[in-house]
């Protein structure tokens, strides 16, 4: 399995942008799909975007437009730009690789 550590959260505005990093343990270079999930407390945890190999990506409804996945093969890190964020964007934000655990995630607050 892939070990893989979430960081880049923090408290920002309503409107205002983050960028998540997901570095792994080993090369990903062999893995074709990508993934980010959330979960906002007493919600379940919801997938939120993708990337294959190939670099074609998929996103939930609820950030399509404004959140962008990417990959870096070389430094072995996928990152989740995160633009116009909206209040309802707040939770605990996970990379999932297929093989990978769960990660600690990191925390996204988007408040006034």
């Known amino acids: 399995q892939v070990h893989l550590v979430e960081s880049g959260g923090g408290l920002v505005q309503p409107g205002g942008s983050l960028k998540l990093s997901c570095a792994a343990s080993?090369?990903?270079?062999?893995?074709?799909?990508m993934t980010w999930y959330r979960q906002a407390t007493g919600k379940e945890r919801e997938w939120v975007a993708l990337i294959n190999s190939g670099g074609a990506t998929n996103y939930a409804d609820s950030v399509k437009g404004r959140f962008t996945i990417s990959r870096d093969n070389v430094e072995n890190t996928m990152y989740l730009e995160m633009n116009s964020l909206k209040l309802e964007d707040t939770g605990v934000y996970y990379c999932?690789?297929?093989?990978?655990?769960w990660g600690q995630g990191t925390q996204v607050t988007v408040s006034s």
């Open positions: 080993r090369s990903i270079s062999s893995i074709n799909v």
């Open positions: 999932k690789f297929p093989g990978s655990g």
